[in-house]
């Protein structure tokens, strides 16, 4: 198992410009989400999502989508990029756990900054 | 809103000392815990888990975790630290509603 990819691993941006995160997993984990590490700071969820075709928003959300039309693939789109989105992003996956979420599962990363 | 507190920001301690970290959350109905480390240039992974059961969990590396309801803790421990435990640290909470809440984190340091 490739367990959780994220692509690209390095991303540079120009204020305004869009793009799409990837992210794909396959050990068919029903809950995946995203988060951005920053220091000081933890990780703060974005949005998560409990299934295919259902999604819902984090802890900052603002300036982000995702949509997740399979199990397997959760993309963030940054809709127009601002100098505070510089961050790492990471996606995570995992199976659900009694009343909440288990062992989440990272994927490596992806380093953004925009100018 | 639910939120995860961590003590420490930066931890230095020489080889063979005896770790402690401490988590606090913030929530009082069902919660999953977790401890999460990250090591230098690396994803995050986990170090240990708690659901249910014994409040006392063991996990990778030889660390352990302890669950106290009443104090709403789950504090990190090790006995003896080595130089490659050398990485940020993060407690997690899941609760309900499907959402996962990090601490800050801890960046430890461990001296040779």
């Known amino acids: 198992n490739a367990g959780v990819t994220q692509t690209p691993k390095f991303q540079v941006l120009k204020t305004g410009q869009s793009m799409t995160l990837q992210c794909a997993q396959d050990?068919?984990?029903?809950?995946m989400s995203w988060y951005r590490q920053d220091p000081g700071m933890g990780l703060r969820l974005i949005h998560y999502?409990?299934?295919?075709?259902?999604?819902d928003q984090g802890e900052v959300p603002n300036g982000y989508n995702v949509s997740r039309s399979t199990t397997e693939d959760f993309p963030l789109r940054l809709l127009s990029a601002a100098p505070s989105q510089t961050s790492v992003y990471f996606c995570?996956?995992?199976?659900?756990?009694?009343?909440?979420?288990?062992?989440?599962?990272f994927g490596p990363g992806t380093r953004l900054t925009v100018l | 809103a639910q939120s995860v507190s961590q003590h420490n920001h930066h931890v230095i301690l020489s080889e063979a000392a005896s770790l402690e970290l401490g988590c606090n959350y913030s929530?009082?109905?069902?919660?999953?815990l977790f401890w999460y480390v990250q090591y230098p240039g690396q994803h995050l992974q986990l170090l240990l888990k708690?659901?249910?059961?014994?409040?006392l969990v063991k996990g990778i590396k030889g660390f352990e975790a302890e669950f106290i309801k009443s104090k709403f803790s789950f504090n990190l421990r090790k006995p003896s630290v080595q130089w490659s435990d050398t990485a940020e640290y993060f407690c997690?909470?899941?609760?309900?509603?499907?959402?996962?809440?990090f601490g800050a984190g801890t960046t430890v340091t461990v001296r040779a």
């Open positions: 995570a996956s995992s199976y659900s756990a009694g009343s909440g979420i288990g062992e989440q599962f």
């Open positions: 050990m068919n984990h029903e809950y």
């Open positions: 999502s409990v299934g295919a075709g259902i999604t």
């Open positions: 929530y009082g109905g069902t919660v999953n």
């Open positions: 708690y659901f249910s059961g014994d409040p």
């Open positions: 997690a909470a899941a609760y309900n509603d499907y959402k996962l809440s």
